[in-house]
Antibody, heavy 120, light 108 residues
Framework: EVQLVQSGVEVKKPGESLKISCQGSGYRISNYWIGWVRQMPGKGLEWMGMVYSANSDTRYSPSFQGQVTISVDKSISTAYLQWSSLKASDTAMYYC?????????????WGQGTMVIVSS | SSELTQDPAVSVALGQTVRITCQGDSLRTYYTIWYQQKPGQAPVLVIYGKNNRPSGIPDRFSGSSSGNTASLTITGAQAEDEADYYCNSRDSDGDHRVFGGGTKLTVL
């Protein structure tokens, strides 16, 4: 079964760093892009960026450029999303998703989401 | 603010047809992707490319586009179609992906 499994709930304080993960299984990760999507409580989906697993080519949405770092370790089929200094406004559900075979426009396999809570 | 605009809410009677729209300049150039999201769940891809459905998506879902407006049509809406629907495409520069604000579909 093709699936993405994300790391668990995180509760952090403002200013702390964080790295969450998204591990793929059941397919060859090198052939696909992995995207990250933010959903703040009660709000819509926001595209953050994506990384190509084969060569780590990374694209960021302008809104998230410089705010987060997206990376991938293809040897363990795992993509990452990290923050160096969290803010309360980073509180949200974060989803990873795998690109469709046709290319990095549609994303057909989604992780279950990682809830990040940032509170003092 | 999103470069893709959706109506916040739409309702449809059970078994009737509903169209959910998405407007944006980039839609004149790029395909629109549609996702369905039910409460507490991850999004699900329902339409991609010109009008393609992933396996497992019922054929009552279809996509179309004209000018700067893309549409997701559900022909014969079912109770289980009640969800939030998001359009997604590239931005005006074509370099990045953007979502619409989402449409909450209520099946009456």
């Amino acid at each position: 079964e093709v699936q993405l499994v994300q790391s668990g709930v995180e509760v952090k304080k403002p200013g702390e760093s964080l790295k969450i993960s998204c591990q793929g299984s059941g397919y060859r990760i090198s052939n696909y892009w992995i995207g990250w999507v933010r959903q703040m409580p009660g709000k819509g989906l926001e595209w953050m960026g994506m990384v190509y697993s084969a060569n780590s080519d990374t694209r960021y949405s302008p809104s998230f450029q410089g705010q987060v770092t997206i990376s991938v370790d293809k040897s363990i089929s795992t993509a990452y999303l990290q923050w160096s200094s969290l803010k309360a406004s980073d509180t949200a559900m974060y989803y990873c998703a795998r690109s469709h075979l046709t290319g990095p426009d549609a994303f057909d396999i989604w992780g279950q989401g990682t809830m990040v809570i940032v509170s003092s | 603010s999103s470069e893709l605009t959706q109506d916040p809410a739409v309702s449809v009677a059970l078994g009737q047809t509903v169209r959910i729209t998405c407007q944006g300049d980039s839609l004149r150039t790029y395909y629109t992707i549609w996702y369905q999201q039910k409460p507490g769940q991850a999004p699900v891809l329902v339409i991609y490319g010109k009008n393609n459905r992933p396996s497992g998506i019922p054929d009552r879902f279809s996509g179309s586009s004209s000018g700067n407006t893309a549409s997701l049509t559900i022909t014969g809406a079912q109770a289980e179609d009640e969800a939030d629907y998001y359009c997604n495409s590239r931005d005006s520069d074509g370099d990045h992906r953007v979502f619409g604000g989402g449409t909450k579909l209520t099946v009456l």
